[in-house]
Protein backbone atom coordinates (compact mmCIF):
# COMPACT_ATOMS: atom_id res chain seq x y z
CA UNK A 1 0.00 0.00 0.00
CA UNK A 2 0.91 3.74 -0.54
CA UNK A 3 0.90 5.42 2.42
CA UNK A 4 0.59 8.87 0.76
CA UNK A 5 -0.89 7.98 -2.87
CA UNK A 6 -1.32 11.65 -4.47
CA UNK A 7 -4.71 11.18 -4.82
CA UNK A 8 -5.52 10.87 -1.29
CA UNK A 9 -4.69 13.94 1.46
CA UNK A 10 -4.54 13.97 5.12
CA UNK A 11 -3.50 17.60 5.24
CA UNK A 12 -5.29 20.42 3.94
CA UNK A 13 -2.38 22.76 4.52
CA UNK A 14 2.00 22.03 5.63
CA UNK A 15 3.19 22.72 8.05
CA UNK A 16 0.35 21.82 10.68
CA UNK A 17 -0.10 25.36 12.43
CA UNK A 18 -0.95 25.56 15.06
CA UNK A 19 -0.12 22.22 16.90
CA UNK A 20 -2.75 20.17 18.83
CA UNK A 21 -2.67 20.64 22.44
CA UNK A 22 -0.17 17.85 23.91
CA UNK A 23 -2.20 15.26 25.14
CA UNK A 24 -3.10 14.89 29.26
CA UNK A 25 -0.34 14.48 31.61
CA UNK A 26 -1.10 11.45 33.55
CA UNK A 27 1.54 8.44 34.40
CA UNK A 28 0.40 6.11 31.68
CA UNK A 29 0.05 8.69 28.93
CA UNK A 30 3.33 10.33 29.65
CA UNK A 31 4.98 7.34 29.61
CA UNK A 32 7.74 8.09 31.82
CA UNK A 33 10.34 5.84 33.05
CA UNK A 34 10.10 4.27 36.26
CA UNK A 35 12.84 5.03 38.63
CA UNK A 36 13.62 1.15 39.79
CA UNK A 37 13.26 -1.81 38.64
CA UNK A 38 10.93 -4.37 41.07
CA UNK A 39 11.23 -7.50 41.75
CA UNK A 40 8.49 -9.95 43.32
CA UNK A 41 10.05 -11.67 46.24
CA UNK A 42 8.21 -14.23 46.09
CA UNK A 43 8.75 -15.82 42.19
CA UNK A 44 11.67 -13.73 41.00
CA UNK A 45 9.47 -12.39 37.90
CA UNK A 46 9.81 -8.60 36.75
CA UNK A 47 6.84 -7.00 37.41
CA UNK A 48 7.37 -3.41 36.25
CA UNK A 49 6.33 -2.86 32.67
CA UNK A 50 9.27 -3.66 30.07
CA UNK A 51 10.03 0.18 28.63
CA UNK A 52 9.19 2.02 31.89
CA UNK A 53 12.36 0.65 33.72
CA UNK A 54 15.53 3.22 33.81
CA UNK A 55 17.56 1.05 31.77
CA UNK A 56 20.96 2.77 31.77
CA UNK A 57 20.94 3.79 35.56
CA UNK A 58 19.96 0.18 36.21
CA UNK A 59 22.18 -1.80 34.15
CA UNK A 60 23.70 -3.42 37.05
CA UNK A 61 20.26 -4.58 37.89
CA UNK A 62 19.53 -5.66 34.63
CA UNK A 63 22.69 -7.53 33.52
CA UNK A 64 22.79 -10.28 36.01
CA UNK A 65 19.42 -11.25 35.51
CA UNK A 66 19.59 -10.92 31.61
CA UNK A 67 22.71 -12.64 31.82
CA UNK A 68 20.58 -16.13 32.76
CA UNK A 69 18.32 -15.54 29.86
CA UNK A 70 19.28 -13.57 27.02
CA UNK A 71 21.88 -14.64 24.03
CA UNK A 72 25.73 -12.99 24.66
CA UNK A 73 25.46 -11.29 21.58
CA UNK A 74 23.54 -8.61 23.12
CA UNK A 75 25.87 -5.16 22.80
CA UNK A 76 27.28 -3.74 25.72
CA UNK A 77 25.91 -0.56 24.78
CA UNK A 78 22.22 -1.90 25.20
CA UNK A 79 20.43 1.22 22.97
CA UNK A 80 17.64 -0.45 20.99
CA UNK A 81 18.08 -4.08 21.96
CA UNK A 82 17.62 -3.79 25.32
CA UNK A 83 13.70 -3.83 25.41
CA UNK A 84 13.88 -6.76 23.11
CA UNK A 85 16.10 -8.54 25.12
CA UNK A 86 14.25 -7.48 28.36
CA UNK A 87 11.29 -9.08 26.57
CA UNK A 88 13.01 -12.24 25.31
CA UNK A 89 13.93 -12.78 29.01
CA UNK A 90 10.98 -12.49 30.27
CA UNK A 91 9.56 -14.85 27.98
CA UNK A 92 12.48 -17.26 29.10
CA UNK A 93 11.77 -16.86 32.34
CA UNK A 94 8.09 -18.62 32.04
CA UNK A 95 9.38 -21.54 29.35
CA UNK A 96 12.28 -22.66 31.47
CA UNK A 97 13.23 -24.17 35.24
CA UNK A 98 15.15 -20.61 35.51
CA UNK A 99 11.97 -18.79 36.20
CA UNK A 100 11.87 -20.45 39.63
CA UNK A 101 15.01 -20.91 40.67
CA UNK A 102 14.29 -22.81 43.80
CA UNK A 103 12.83 -25.20 42.20
CA UNK A 104 9.13 -26.50 42.78
CA UNK A 105 6.78 -24.94 40.51
CA UNK A 106 7.75 -26.40 37.39
CA UNK A 107 8.94 -29.48 38.91
CA UNK A 108 5.39 -30.19 40.34
CA UNK A 109 3.28 -28.27 37.84
CA UNK A 110 4.43 -29.45 34.71
CA UNK A 111 2.43 -32.61 35.02
CA UNK A 112 -0.75 -30.65 34.53
CA UNK A 113 0.05 -28.63 31.70
CA UNK A 114 -0.62 -30.16 28.85
CA UNK A 115 1.56 -28.24 26.66
CA UNK A 116 4.75 -28.95 28.79
CA UNK A 117 7.69 -27.02 27.89
CA UNK A 118 6.08 -27.09 23.78
CA UNK A 119 6.75 -23.21 23.16
CA UNK A 120 5.04 -24.21 19.62
CA UNK A 121 2.12 -25.50 22.13
CA UNK A 122 2.10 -22.20 24.89
CA UNK A 123 2.12 -19.85 21.52
CA UNK A 124 -0.98 -21.97 20.00
CA UNK A 125 -2.71 -21.17 23.92
CA UNK A 126 -1.65 -17.56 22.81
CA UNK A 127 -3.29 -17.13 19.88
CA UNK A 128 -6.34 -18.85 20.91
CA UNK A 129 -6.87 -16.10 23.25
CA UNK A 130 -5.77 -17.96 26.65
CA UNK A 131 -2.68 -17.28 28.95
CA UNK A 132 0.87 -17.93 27.78
CA UNK A 133 1.91 -18.78 30.79
CA UNK A 134 -0.76 -21.07 32.45
CA UNK A 135 1.45 -24.37 34.20
CA UNK A 136 -1.64 -26.19 35.15
CA UNK A 137 -4.21 -26.01 32.68
CA UNK A 138 -6.90 -23.99 33.81
CA UNK A 139 -6.52 -21.26 31.73
CA UNK A 140 -5.48 -18.94 34.43
CA UNK A 141 -1.62 -17.24 34.92
CA UNK A 142 -0.26 -16.97 38.37
CA UNK A 143 -0.55 -13.57 40.33
CA UNK A 144 2.01 -11.25 39.09
CA UNK A 145 1.95 -12.30 35.48
CA UNK A 146 -0.08 -9.66 33.80
CA UNK A 147 0.44 -9.29 30.10
CA UNK A 148 0.08 -12.22 27.32
CA UNK A 149 -3.50 -12.96 28.15
CA UNK A 150 -2.22 -12.87 32.01
CA UNK A 151 -3.99 -10.97 34.85
CA UNK A 152 -5.12 -7.81 32.83
CA UNK A 153 -7.00 -10.06 30.91
CA UNK A 154 -8.32 -12.80 34.12
CA UNK A 155 -8.11 -13.27 37.60
CA UNK A 156 -4.99 -14.77 39.29
CA UNK A 157 -4.23 -18.07 40.05
CA UNK A 158 -3.01 -18.44 43.60
CA UNK A 159 -1.65 -21.59 42.85
CA UNK A 160 -0.46 -22.65 39.47
CA UNK A 161 0.82 -26.06 40.60
CA UNK A 162 -3.01 -27.19 41.20
CA UNK A 163 -5.38 -27.32 38.57
CA UNK A 164 -8.48 -27.69 41.13
CA UNK A 165 -7.68 -23.76 42.40
CA UNK A 166 -8.33 -21.17 40.55
CA UNK A 167 -10.94 -18.21 40.48
CA UNK A 168 -14.49 -19.07 40.92
CA UNK A 169 -13.93 -23.17 42.51
CA UNK A 170 -16.85 -23.59 44.38
CA UNK A 171 -16.26 -27.13 45.46
CA UNK A 172 -13.36 -28.53 47.04
CA UNK A 173 -11.87 -30.84 48.91
CA UNK A 174 -8.96 -28.73 50.16
CA UNK A 175 -8.43 -27.75 53.75
CA UNK A 176 -9.73 -24.40 55.12
CA UNK A 177 -6.22 -23.07 54.73
CA UNK A 178 -6.14 -23.38 51.29
CA UNK A 179 -7.84 -20.56 48.81
CA UNK A 180 -9.15 -22.72 46.41
CA UNK A 181 -11.47 -19.96 44.45
CA UNK A 182 -8.49 -17.42 44.89
CA UNK A 183 -10.65 -14.88 46.35
CA UNK A 184 -8.24 -14.08 49.23
CA UNK A 185 -10.88 -15.73 52.29
CA UNK A 186 -9.31 -18.81 53.38
CA UNK A 187 -8.85 -20.19 57.18
CA UNK A 188 -11.02 -21.22 59.79
CA UNK A 189 -12.61 -20.32 62.89
CA UNK A 190 -14.34 -22.64 66.01
CA UNK A 191 -17.51 -22.48 63.42
CA UNK A 192 -15.86 -23.69 60.33
CA UNK A 193 -14.19 -22.32 57.13
CA UNK A 194 -14.19 -18.53 56.61
CA UNK A 195 -15.00 -19.23 53.40
CA UNK A 196 -18.45 -20.95 54.22
CA UNK A 197 -19.17 -18.41 56.71
CA UNK A 198 -18.80 -15.78 54.56
CA UNK A 199 -19.75 -17.05 50.79
CA UNK A 200 -21.53 -20.37 51.08
CA UNK A 201 -25.23 -18.10 51.12
CA UNK A 202 -24.16 -15.08 49.36
CA UNK A 203 -24.60 -16.18 46.02
CA UNK A 204 -21.00 -15.84 44.79
CA UNK A 205 -20.74 -15.37 40.99
CA UNK A 206 -17.76 -14.53 38.21
CA UNK A 207 -18.15 -12.38 35.24
CA UNK A 208 -16.74 -12.93 31.92
CA UNK A 209 -16.79 -10.66 29.01
CA UNK A 210 -16.95 -12.20 25.55
CA UNK A 211 -16.24 -9.48 22.55
CA UNK A 212 -14.40 -6.81 20.89
CA UNK A 213 -11.58 -4.28 20.58
CA UNK A 214 -14.19 -1.86 22.73
CA UNK A 215 -14.53 -4.73 25.25
CA UNK A 216 -10.92 -5.06 25.41
CA UNK A 217 -10.32 -1.17 25.65
CA UNK A 218 -8.10 -0.62 22.62
CA UNK A 219 -6.16 2.24 23.02
CA UNK A 220 -3.72 3.43 21.08
CA UNK A 221 -1.47 6.46 23.13
CA UNK A 222 -1.61 9.74 21.72
CA UNK A 223 1.71 10.25 22.29
CA UNK A 224 2.94 7.89 19.48
CA UNK A 225 0.96 10.19 16.89
CA UNK A 226 1.08 14.07 18.31
CA UNK A 227 3.90 16.42 17.37
CA UNK A 228 4.00 17.39 20.95
CA UNK A 229 5.84 15.21 23.22
CA UNK A 230 6.20 12.39 20.54
CA UNK A 231 7.51 9.41 21.70
CA UNK A 232 6.78 5.64 21.42
CA UNK A 233 7.81 4.53 24.74
CA UNK A 234 5.81 1.35 26.34
CA UNK A 235 5.04 0.05 22.20
CA UNK A 236 6.67 -3.59 23.01
CA UNK A 237 4.65 -4.45 26.88
CA UNK A 238 1.33 -2.37 25.12
CA UNK A 239 2.04 -4.72 22.05
CA UNK A 240 1.88 -7.82 24.80
CA UNK A 241 -1.57 -6.66 25.43
CA UNK A 242 -2.48 -6.55 22.00
CA UNK A 243 -2.57 -2.66 22.29
CA UNK A 244 -5.53 -3.74 24.66
CA UNK A 245 -6.34 -2.32 28.62
CA UNK A 246 -8.45 -4.79 29.49
CA UNK A 247 -7.73 -4.30 33.37
CA UNK A 248 -9.20 -0.78 32.68
CA UNK A 249 -12.16 -1.81 30.61
CA UNK A 250 -15.60 -1.18 31.15
CA UNK A 251 -16.37 -4.92 31.56
CA UNK A 252 -13.36 -6.20 33.82
CA UNK A 253 -11.50 -2.86 34.89
CA UNK A 254 -9.51 -3.29 38.28
CA UNK A 255 -6.03 -1.89 37.97
CA UNK A 256 -4.73 1.28 39.57
CA UNK A 257 -5.87 3.96 37.77
CA UNK A 258 -2.69 5.43 36.96
CA UNK A 259 -1.63 2.31 35.01
CA UNK A 260 -4.43 3.39 32.93
CA UNK A 261 -5.18 5.87 30.20
CA UNK A 262 -6.28 9.22 30.89
CA UNK A 263 -9.73 9.78 32.55
CA UNK A 264 -11.69 12.47 32.82
CA UNK A 265 -14.31 12.89 35.66
CA UNK A 266 -17.57 10.76 35.60
CA UNK A 267 -20.41 11.41 37.36
CA UNK A 268 -21.29 10.33 40.49
CA UNK A 269 -17.60 9.44 40.97
CA UNK A 270 -15.01 10.96 42.99
CA UNK A 271 -11.55 11.44 41.64
CA UNK A 272 -9.74 8.77 39.78
CA UNK A 273 -11.32 5.34 40.48
CA UNK A 274 -11.67 2.64 37.55
CA UNK A 275 -15.48 2.13 37.07
CA UNK A 276 -16.04 -1.67 35.60
CA UNK A 277 -19.10 -3.92 35.74
CA UNK A 278 -16.49 -6.49 38.01
CA UNK A 279 -15.27 -3.31 40.05
CA UNK A 280 -19.10 -2.74 40.86
CA UNK A 281 -19.63 -6.85 41.37
CA UNK A 282 -16.95 -7.39 43.52
CA UNK A 283 -17.86 -4.13 45.70
CA UNK A 284 -21.18 -5.42 46.46
CA UNK A 285 -19.75 -9.30 47.23
CA UNK A 286 -15.84 -9.57 48.42
CA UNK A 287 -16.77 -13.28 47.64
CA UNK A 288 -16.53 -11.99 43.84
CA UNK A 289 -13.03 -10.94 44.31
CA UNK A 290 -10.70 -12.08 41.09
CA UNK A 291 -13.07 -13.85 39.43
CA UNK A 292 -13.00 -12.01 35.76
CA UNK A 293 -12.15 -13.37 32.39
CA UNK A 294 -12.03 -10.79 29.56
CA UNK A 295 -12.14 -12.44 26.06
CA UNK A 296 -12.10 -9.82 23.89
CA UNK A 297 -10.24 -9.73 20.81
CA UNK A 298 -9.86 -7.19 18.31
CA UNK A 299 -11.53 -7.61 15.26
CA UNK A 300 -13.86 -9.98 16.58
CA UNK A 301 -16.99 -10.55 15.38
CA UNK A 302 -20.34 -12.75 15.39
CA UNK A 303 -19.25 -15.01 12.80
CA UNK A 304 -15.76 -15.79 15.37
CA UNK A 305 -17.97 -16.14 18.26
CA UNK A 306 -17.59 -19.37 18.81
CA UNK A 307 -13.75 -19.42 19.53
CA UNK A 308 -14.31 -16.52 22.29
CA UNK A 309 -16.46 -19.39 23.93
CA UNK A 310 -13.62 -21.82 23.45
CA UNK A 311 -11.41 -19.50 25.60
CA UNK A 312 -13.49 -18.89 28.49
CA UNK A 313 -12.64 -21.09 31.77
CA UNK A 314 -15.26 -22.72 33.79
CA UNK A 315 -16.32 -25.96 35.02
CA UNK A 316 -20.36 -26.51 34.95
CA UNK A 317 -20.40 -28.93 38.08
CA UNK A 318 -17.63 -27.37 39.86
CA UNK A 319 -17.77 -23.58 39.61
CA UNK A 320 -20.06 -20.73 40.88
CA UNK A 321 -22.56 -19.26 38.05
CA UNK A 322 -21.54 -16.57 36.00
CA UNK A 323 -22.85 -13.24 34.58
CA UNK A 324 -21.47 -13.10 30.82
CA UNK A 325 -21.76 -10.62 28.56
CA UNK A 326 -21.56 -11.31 24.54
CA UNK A 327 -20.59 -7.16 24.00
CA UNK A 328 -19.82 -7.46 19.72
CA UNK A 329 -20.85 -3.83 19.12
CA UNK A 330 -19.62 -3.12 15.91
CA UNK A 331 -17.41 -5.19 13.36
CA UNK A 332 -20.63 -7.16 12.43
CA UNK A 333 -21.30 -3.89 10.56
CA UNK A 334 -17.63 -1.82 10.65
CA UNK A 335 -14.44 -2.72 8.65
CA UNK A 336 -12.73 -1.63 5.84
CA UNK A 337 -14.12 -2.14 2.61
CA UNK A 338 -15.51 -0.22 0.88
CA UNK A 339 -19.16 -1.28 0.21
CA UNK A 340 -21.92 -3.19 2.72
CA UNK A 341 -21.19 -6.65 1.13
CA UNK A 342 -18.87 -7.55 4.30
CA UNK A 343 -21.46 -6.39 6.95
CA UNK A 344 -22.66 -9.12 8.42
CA UNK A 345 -26.66 -10.45 7.10
CA UNK A 346 -29.02 -10.97 9.89
CA UNK A 347 -29.05 -14.93 8.84
CA UNK A 348 -25.98 -15.28 9.75
CA UNK A 349 -26.01 -12.92 12.51
CA UNK A 350 -28.73 -15.76 14.33
CA UNK A 351 -27.00 -18.82 12.80
CA UNK A 352 -23.70 -17.57 14.58
CA UNK A 353 -25.43 -16.09 17.69
CA UNK A 354 -27.57 -19.48 18.19
CA UNK A 355 -24.26 -21.72 18.28
CA UNK A 356 -22.00 -19.19 20.58
CA UNK A 357 -25.49 -19.27 23.24
CA UNK A 358 -26.04 -23.11 22.64
CA UNK A 359 -22.23 -23.68 23.18
CA UNK A 360 -22.43 -21.63 26.52
CA UNK A 361 -25.29 -23.13 27.65
CA UNK A 362 -23.16 -26.25 27.69
CA UNK A 363 -20.50 -24.38 29.87
CA UNK A 364 -21.92 -22.23 32.85
CA UNK A 365 -23.46 -23.50 35.87
CA UNK A 366 -26.80 -23.38 36.30
CA UNK A 367 -28.35 -20.03 37.60
CA UNK A 368 -26.01 -17.75 34.71
CA UNK A 369 -26.91 -14.91 32.95
CA UNK A 370 -26.04 -14.33 29.81
CA UNK A 371 -26.26 -10.24 28.67
CA UNK A 372 -26.22 -9.90 24.77
CA UNK A 373 -25.33 -5.54 24.22
CA UNK A 374 -27.06 -4.32 21.49
CA UNK A 375 -24.66 -2.95 18.58
CA UNK A 376 -23.08 0.88 19.27
CA UNK A 377 -24.99 3.69 17.13
CA UNK A 378 -22.01 4.66 14.91
CA UNK A 379 -23.71 7.48 13.98
CA UNK A 380 -22.72 9.04 17.21
CA UNK A 381 -19.22 8.92 16.41
CA UNK A 382 -18.90 10.57 13.49
CA UNK A 383 -21.46 13.47 15.22
CA UNK A 384 -19.14 13.60 18.12
CA UNK A 385 -15.87 13.84 16.05
CA UNK A 386 -15.74 14.87 12.48
CA UNK A 387 -15.13 18.64 13.02
CA UNK A 388 -12.91 18.39 15.94
CA UNK A 389 -9.17 18.29 15.58
CA UNK A 390 -6.89 14.99 15.49
CA UNK A 391 -4.03 14.83 17.88
CA UNK A 392 -2.55 14.35 14.02
CA UNK A 393 -3.47 18.14 13.68
CA UNK A 394 -5.86 17.47 10.72
CA UNK A 395 -10.07 17.36 11.50
CA UNK A 396 -11.46 13.67 12.46
CA UNK A 397 -13.49 14.05 9.27
CA UNK A 398 -10.29 14.69 6.97
CA UNK A 399 -8.74 11.28 8.65
CA UNK A 400 -11.91 9.26 7.91
CA UNK A 401 -11.57 10.50 4.27
CA UNK A 402 -8.33 9.57 3.75
CA UNK A 403 -8.53 6.31 5.61
CA UNK A 404 -11.68 5.67 3.26
CA UNK A 405 -9.75 6.50 0.23
CA UNK A 406 -6.44 4.03 1.55
CA UNK A 407 -9.41 1.53 2.01
CA UNK A 408 -7.68 1.63 5.26
CA UNK A 409 -11.01 2.46 7.30
CA UNK A 410 -11.30 0.15 10.21
CA UNK A 411 -15.48 1.42 9.89
CA UNK A 412 -16.11 2.50 6.14
CA UNK A 413 -19.75 2.50 7.11
CA UNK A 414 -19.92 4.77 9.88
CA UNK A 415 -16.42 6.94 9.44
CA UNK A 416 -17.46 8.43 6.70
CA UNK A 417 -18.45 11.68 5.37
CA UNK A 418 -21.38 10.24 2.81
CA UNK A 419 -24.70 10.88 5.01
CA UNK A 420 -26.20 8.00 3.18
CA UNK A 421 -23.52 5.55 3.54
CA UNK A 422 -23.73 6.62 7.42
CA UNK A 423 -28.04 6.04 7.14
CA UNK A 424 -27.75 2.76 5.65
CA UNK A 425 -24.79 0.80 7.97
CA UNK A 426 -27.26 2.27 10.93
CA UNK A 427 -30.42 0.27 9.57
CA UNK A 428 -28.32 -2.55 8.96
CA UNK A 429 -27.25 -2.20 12.56
CA UNK A 430 -30.93 -2.25 13.60
CA UNK A 431 -31.54 -5.05 11.32
CA UNK A 432 -29.08 -7.30 13.82
CA UNK A 433 -30.36 -5.65 16.73
CA UNK A 434 -33.92 -7.28 15.79
CA UNK A 435 -32.19 -10.52 15.31
CA UNK A 436 -30.98 -10.49 19.20
CA UNK A 437 -34.29 -9.23 20.04
CA UNK A 438 -36.44 -12.29 18.10
CA UNK A 439 -33.56 -14.33 20.64
CA UNK A 440 -35.04 -13.20 23.52
CA UNK A 441 -38.51 -13.56 22.33
CA UNK A 442 -38.39 -17.00 21.08
CA UNK A 443 -35.84 -18.82 22.95
CA UNK A 444 -34.78 -20.07 26.29
CA UNK A 445 -32.06 -21.91 27.19
CA UNK A 446 -31.55 -24.80 30.45
CA UNK A 447 -28.88 -22.90 32.15
CA UNK A 448 -29.09 -19.21 31.79
CA UNK A 449 -31.21 -16.40 31.37
CA UNK A 450 -30.89 -14.29 28.36
CA UNK A 451 -31.10 -10.58 28.69
CA UNK A 452 -31.39 -8.41 25.87
CA UNK A 453 -29.81 -4.77 26.14
CA UNK A 454 -29.93 -2.04 23.85
CA UNK A 455 -28.94 0.55 25.83
CA UNK A 456 -30.21 4.28 24.29
CA UNK A 457 -26.83 5.25 23.28
CA UNK A 458 -27.70 8.91 23.43
CA UNK A 459 -29.14 8.89 26.75
CA UNK A 460 -25.59 8.58 27.93
CA UNK A 461 -23.96 10.71 25.78
CA UNK A 462 -26.82 13.18 27.09
CA UNK A 463 -25.73 12.83 30.73
CA UNK A 464 -22.07 13.20 30.37
CA UNK A 465 -22.87 16.33 28.11
CA UNK A 466 -25.29 17.88 30.82
CA UNK A 467 -22.19 17.50 33.36
CA UNK A 468 -20.65 20.30 31.15
CA UNK A 469 -17.93 18.43 29.70
CA UNK A 470 -17.46 17.89 26.15
CA UNK A 471 -18.57 14.92 24.39
CA UNK A 472 -15.15 14.02 22.97
CA UNK A 473 -14.23 12.90 26.10
CA UNK A 474 -15.73 9.56 25.61
CA UNK A 475 -14.22 8.64 22.07
CA UNK A 476 -10.66 7.76 21.76
CA UNK A 477 -8.78 10.67 20.54
CA UNK A 478 -5.98 8.41 18.74
CA UNK A 479 -8.84 6.64 16.23
CA UNK A 480 -11.62 8.59 17.28
CA UNK A 481 -13.44 5.74 17.26
CA UNK A 482 -13.20 3.25 20.29
CA UNK A 483 -14.16 4.02 23.78
CA UNK A 484 -11.85 6.15 25.82
CA UNK A 485 -11.29 5.42 29.58
CA UNK A 486 -13.97 8.20 30.27
CA UNK A 487 -16.38 6.36 28.13
CA UNK A 488 -15.53 2.99 29.61
CA UNK A 489 -16.42 4.35 32.93
CA UNK A 490 -19.34 5.51 32.23
CA UNK A 491 -20.44 2.23 30.07
CA UNK A 492 -19.66 0.43 33.61
CA UNK A 493 -21.61 2.48 35.61
CA UNK A 494 -25.08 2.46 33.48
CA UNK A 495 -24.67 -1.19 32.54
CA UNK A 496 -24.50 -1.84 36.16
CA UNK A 497 -26.95 0.42 36.72
CA UNK A 498 -29.57 -1.53 34.14
CA UNK A 499 -28.86 -5.18 35.83
CA UNK A 500 -29.34 -3.06 39.28
CA UNK A 501 -32.45 -1.74 38.37
CA UNK A 502 -34.14 -4.50 35.94
CA UNK A 503 -32.10 -7.97 36.65
CA UNK A 504 -31.05 -7.37 40.12
CA UNK A 505 -30.85 -11.40 40.60
CA UNK A 506 -28.10 -11.47 37.78
CA UNK A 507 -25.92 -9.28 40.45
CA UNK A 508 -26.81 -11.49 43.58
CA UNK A 509 -27.61 -9.80 46.61
CA UNK A 510 -25.02 -7.61 48.33
CA UNK A 511 -23.03 -9.48 50.88
CA UNK A 512 -23.91 -8.59 54.81
CA UNK A 513 -20.29 -9.56 55.15
CA UNK A 514 -17.94 -7.45 53.29
CA UNK A 515 -17.19 -5.26 56.25
CA UNK A 516 -15.62 -8.50 57.83
CA UNK A 517 -14.10 -9.58 54.93
CA UNK A 518 -12.25 -6.25 54.29
CA UNK A 519 -11.01 -5.87 58.37
CA UNK A 520 -9.92 -9.85 58.23
CA UNK A 521 -8.80 -10.18 54.43
CA UNK A 522 -8.33 -6.90 52.65
CA UNK A 523 -7.47 -4.17 55.22
CA UNK A 524 -4.11 -5.86 56.64
CA UNK A 525 -0.36 -4.93 54.94
CA UNK A 526 0.01 -8.87 54.72
CA UNK A 527 -2.75 -9.55 52.34
CA UNK A 528 -3.77 -6.23 50.81
CA UNK A 529 -3.95 -7.07 47.03
CA UNK A 530 -5.40 -4.74 43.96
CA UNK A 531 -8.72 -5.22 42.88
CA UNK A 532 -7.72 -8.09 40.78
Known amino acids: MNACPAECELFSSWPVNPLPDAPPSWPTERRLLADDVKLSPEKSIIRDDIMTLDLPRKLDILKPILELFVPSWIPEGWGMWAPLAFALGEFKML ?86 NCNGIYGSNSTGSYEDLFCANSQPRG ?24 NINQLLPDAENELDFPHCSWGTGHADPTLCPYQHPIPGVE ?62 ICNGHPNFDHMTTPDDFYTHAMETLNRLDTMVPAGSHVVSLALFDGELLYTTMHNKVHPLGTKYIQLYDFMNCLEENPCWGWLNSNATVRAISTYKSTQLNNVYQNISDTQSFKNFKFIFFNPKWTDIFDDYLATGRPLTDLIEPTDGFHPSQTGNAMFGQQFFAFLEQNYPEALGPVNPYNAEIDAMFFNQDKSQKRLA
Open 95 to 180: MTKQYNSTESLLETGIKADPCGFNITCKIQHLVDHKPLQDFDGDYFSMEGVRRLRGNDWRGYDCDDKRGDVYPGRKSTGHAASVDH
Open 271 to 332: GQVVTSLYSQLRARNRCNHNDFQNIGVNGARMTSSAQLVNAMARDQANDNPLLVWLALIGND
Open 207 to 230: IVILGDSATAHFHIPPQWVTAQNW
